[in-house]
């Protein structure tokens, strides 16, 4: 039987792959629009500014990858390594300075690390209650 908390987890890291992946969207286009501008402006010159286009990269694919884990662990897929998506999601989050899908995946994280869980993912009882 899947523990509830590991649900949750899945539901908390679901809720930040959707805030990252549009969050990154929107900065990215916002990004990609000011530099284009600047580029012919400057005559080329600012070109170089698509460098920053990496920080919304990253949010987008940490988006992707966040709700294809969540999608699986909120419906009860046993995935060991989703502590490390968590991970991941903190990372790029502190990366951009965004608070939101940090506390998100820190709740994530702390439901995931439950004796609970951890000892079902042990186990490796992959039934799912319905």
Do not use: H, R
């Not at 649900?7 to 792959?17: I, Q």
């Not at 286009?53 to 987008?60: A, D, G």
């Not at 993912?121 to 992959?126: C, K, V």
Request: glycine share 12%.
């Amino acid at each position: 039987m899947v523990p509830n908390k590991y649900k949750t987890a899945g539901t908390l890291t679901l809720v930040a792959g959707i805030y990252n992946l549009v969050m990154g969207l929107v900065l990215g286009g916002f990004l990609f629009l000011y530099i284009g501008m600047l580029a012919v402006i400057t005559f080329g010159l600012g070109c170089v500014g698509y460098v920053c286009m990496v920080f919304p990269l990253l949010q987008l694919i940490t988006g992707v990858i966040e709700i294809v884990v969540g999608f699986k662990v909120q419906s009860g897929e046993m995935m060991p390594n989703a502590k490390s998506f968590s991970i991941l999601g903190i990372v790029v989050a502190a990366m951009g300075m965004q608070i939101v899908p940090a506390l998100l995946e820190i709740f994530s994280l702390m439901q995931m690390n439950d004796d609970e869980v951890v000892a079902w993912l042990e186990a490796g009882d992959n039934t799912i209650n319905a």
